[in-house]
């Protein structure tokens, strides 16, 4: 239980809740809605009950609760008003809380009552638009300020590609090819990212087609070995680090020479990293995405 983050600063409450560090303190001292500790050296800090008290609160004055009234409720009844709220609306929400406690906690337990609660009432793809895909945001932007480990978001990212690969099992399994359209999916050298990539080919399944995942870390050259086999081929890649920014350009273009020789043949890319690109200029076979959602629709 060592590696489990149980001490938290304001600034980490800010990150992880979004509520500001001020309003925070005035919560705590007007309403007494927190108790912070000290460490033997009198710094400042808050505990793990702390935090998912404050996610609770949060949740009920996004929900329309005064801060007065969340502040006279029994502090043990929290928890159940926020349940019986989430069932009501809003369960995006209040998911996307519990799969952070789970990430700080390394709890699969509560990943899984979490994710098999959303399947009452989602499928699985609204799940990943609804849930993983802000959830995924925000935990880029906690690894950044360093809110939380490379641990903590390796541990939510495993899980959420397990999901993905079992409900993409489910559609190969009984997989009818509808035609002769195939789909190739990898990513750049070096680049590892890849669960958005992997949710655009559970859909492009899910849609009847043929979808070839190459995965991670994939030289352009290979690539040339699937026109042997497919003559109406679509690669996608997704571009989050790699190629690094003044390498974007000089790859397109080396893609475009190697791969992209017959009008039948597209490539689609989408990720951070062609923010900057001159998205006009781009050979007419290449098609830049802004989002999963926008090439999904696509399909």
Sequence with gaps: MNNIKSQFSIKDLENLTGIKA??????EKRYNLLEPKRTETN?????????????????????????????TIDETKIPKVVREIATEN???????NSFKL?????????FYKTYESLLKEKEF???FYDIFIPLLTEIGLLWQTNTITPAHEHFITSLIRQKILINTEKIQANQINKSNRTFVLYLPDNEIHELGLMFINHEIVS????????????????????QQYYQNI???SYFTIKPEKDEVEN???KFNNFILKTDNTKFWILGQMLNVLNLKSLPKNVTPFKSIKTLTDQL
């Design 22 to 27: 001020h309003t925070i303190r005035i919560w």
């Design 90 to 96: 809003n369960i995006e929400s209040h998911a996307i």
């Design 43 to 71: 710094i400042r800090y808050y505990d793990l009950a702390n935090f998912q008290k404050l996610l609770n609160v949060s949740y009920l004055n996004n929900n329309g609760y005064k801060i007065s009234k969340i502040a």
């Design 251 to 253: 790859y397109i273009d």
């Design 125 to 127: 793809s609204e799940i």
């Design 207 to 226: 849609k009847g087609y043929q979808s070839i995942f190459l995965g991670q870390s994939v030289p352009i050259e290979s690539l040339t070995e699937l």
């Design 102 to 110: 789970a990430m700080l906690n390394f709890d699969q337990s509560l």
């Design 234 to 236: 679509t690669y996608i």
